[in-house]
């Protein structure tokens, strides 16, 4: 669950827009309806996990624990060091732990493995200043650590996602220099081997990142690499690879993408890859953004494509699910429907992509999508960060987790 690190002027210019956006939202609080999804559903009596600012904890990664409850990993403070929380299902904190042994820490990604345990990592400053992709594996029952390791030399590094294996290990994909990056190592962190793809392996553009990284049936690697070329020309390419990081194939694909986009991918079960992202609406670069979801084939063959939203406002995903039947979910968030403002936005799809319904959920305050997972019984988990209840003005905001059936109906 699953988002990329900018570079400092980039950040100062996200910072700025997400300003902009919340001094919006709030401007927005008394604005009637504007345009209700199929159902509206008010999350103003949901439980907020806790306020955001006495925590400081910002740029969360959220998983589900296959025993229950659920994990937080993020920044924390302003030396950004590392922050994880354990939550009980009943959203009960039971073990908060900083990491304060390492600071200018990037948390890019974290999940937890087939034993329970949980996978952080991303970038990190260190006295060099050089940045290394790192991985952080945690008992969430206690905090400890079972290791910690960082990759790199010289370069800048960095590692935007990483994967469990099925045959043990993990993959970290990231870039270094103008070269995506893909490091696997064994069950202890120990690195196996380093793959760069740039120029040499077709896979040629300004600067390319690995971004998401999918084990497919087959047991090879799926990979959504992004490319920017200035701030708002930013292309796609997938690349699968095999367990020892041959590339297999390769493709590049022209979707008008949205600068803020935070993509995320997996593998449906006809074995095609099913990517949702925020396109620029119209395709105008300056516009506001719509929901695309592409299906993709066994060679990277675009398969359809589809785009969802309204006209008003912004309109993102970033996740899908596969329901039992072949229907698609996805999640995201909406200014066009809904309060108004941006509330919480699940669409559901036809096996062709075709949509059956959409809903919104939130009230007259700022909401929106921070991770979603989907349960084993069809439903999902969101995390959602918005305006609290007892907010004097619209920086105060707390974290909430929202329980939603399959046909969109909380519980």
């Not at 008394?30 to 806790?50: C, R």
């Not at 493709?251 to 008008?256: G, I, M, N, S």
């Amino acid at each position: 669950m699953e988002k990329y690190a900018l570079s400092t002027a980039l950040k100062a210019i996200a910072l700025f827009a997400f300003i902009f956006l919340l001094g919006l939202a709030a401007c927005q609080k008394d604005k009637p309806v504007i345009n209700l999804a199929d159902d509206s559903h008010d999350t103003e009596n949901f439980q907020y996990l806790f306020n955001l600012t006495p925590r400081r904890i910002s740029d969360c990664k959220f998983s589900d624990l296959p025993t229950g409850g659920f994990v937080l990993a993020g920044e924390y403070g302003i030396k950004k060091e590392l922050k994880i929380i354990r939550l009980a299902e009943s959203k009960e904190v039971l073990v908060e732990t900083n990491y304060d042994y390492f600071t200018a820490l990037e948390v890019n990604f974290s999940f937890v493995n087939h034993s329970g345990k949980v996978l952080t990592g991303g970038a990190m400053e260190v006295y060099t200043k050089s940045r290394q992709a790192l991985l952080l594996l945690e008992e969430p029952s206690t905090g400890a650590v079972s290791w910690l390791n960082g990759f790199g030399g010289a370069g800048v590094e960095k590692g935007y996602d990483a994967t469990e294996a099925s045959t043990g290990g993990y993959l970290l994909t990231g870039s270094v220099g103008d070269s995506m990056l893909v490091i696997r190592v064994d069950d202890e962190g120990q690195e196996i081997w380093t793959r760069h793809y740039g120029s040499a392996s077709g896979i040629s553009s300004p600067a390319p990142r690995g971004i998401k990284i999918i084990e497919a049936a087959d047991g090879n690697f799926v990979i959504l690499i992004e490319e920017r070329n200035g701030i708002l020309n930013i292309r796609y390419q997938l690349a699968k690879i095999d367990p020892d990081g041959h590339l297999i194939w390769h493709k590049t694909y022209d979707f008008p993408v949205y600068t803020g986009a935070q993509p995320y991918i997996m593998e449906a079960s006809d074995q095609t890859v099913m990517l949702v992202t925020s396109v620029n609406r119209n395709e105008d670069p300056l516009s506001d953004e719509d929901i695309l979801l592409a299906k993709i084939g066994a060679e990277g063959e675009v398969i359809w494509t589809r785009q969802y939203g309204g006209t008003v406002y912004n309109d993102g995903a970033e996740f899908v699910g596969e329901a039992d039947n072949g229907d698609f979910v996805l999640i995201g968030s909406t200014g066009s429907f809904g309060h108004g403002s941006l509330d919480i936005y699940m669409i559901r799809t036809d096996p062709n992509g075709e949509r059956l319904w959409h809903k919104t959920y939130g009230d007259q305050r700022f909401q929106v999508v921070v991770g979603a997972t989907q349960r084993p019984d069809g439903g999902f988990w969101i995390l959602g960060l918005s305006e609290t209840a007892a907010s004097a003005d619209f920086f105060d905001y707390g974290y909430f987790i929202l329980a939603v059936n399959g046909d969109g109906t909380p519980n």
